[in-house]
């Protein structure tokens, strides 16, 4: 995806850029969602490592879960907005991600927390 069709307010085309950073290892995971993660994918019967918790999450947008635009921060969009998706599995699960650009033209998916 071309930088100038990078429209982040669009859930379908931030759909298709989050798929393809996480796809290409082109991501990073907070402390927070390994920590908040790693048990409830074991209760999920999953082996927990970074690579169940990616997994899981391009599964749920690859099936189209919803995806939310979400303000972040205190005040509210003082840090880079992103985008959630709520109750994944039923329990309540949700899993907030970010894409940010950490260097010129470069975006990087953030899984910032998975937590119930």
Same mark, same amino acid.
């Given at each position: 995806m071309a930088a100038e069709?990078? +429209?982040?307010?669009d859930p379908g085309k931030a759909?298709?850029?989050l798929v =393809? %950073?996480? +796809? #290409? #290892? +082109?991501? @990073? &995971?907070?402390?927070r969602a390994l920590r908040e993660g790693y048990p409830i994918l074991a209760d999920l019967g999953q082996r927990p490592s970074d #690579? *169940? %918790?990616v997994g899981y999450v391009l599964r749920l %947008? @690859?099936?189209?879960? +919803? &995806?939310? =635009?979400i303000k972040r921060g205190e005040p509210p969009d003082s840090m880079? =907005?992103?985008?959630?998706?709520r109750d994944c599995d039923g329990h309540? %699960?949700?899993?907030?991600m970010t894409i940010e650009e950490v260097r010129m033209g470069q975006q990087? *998916?953030?899984l910032i927390s998975f937590h119930r």
């Open positions: 069709d990078l +429209d982040l307010e759909r298709q850029l =393809r %950073l996480f +796809d #290409g #290892g +082109d991501y @990073r &995971i907070t402390q #690579g *169940a %918790l %947008l @690859r099936r189209g879960h +919803d &995806i939310h =635009r880079p =907005r992103g985008w959630c998706m309540g %699960l949700f899993i907030e990087v *998916a953030f």
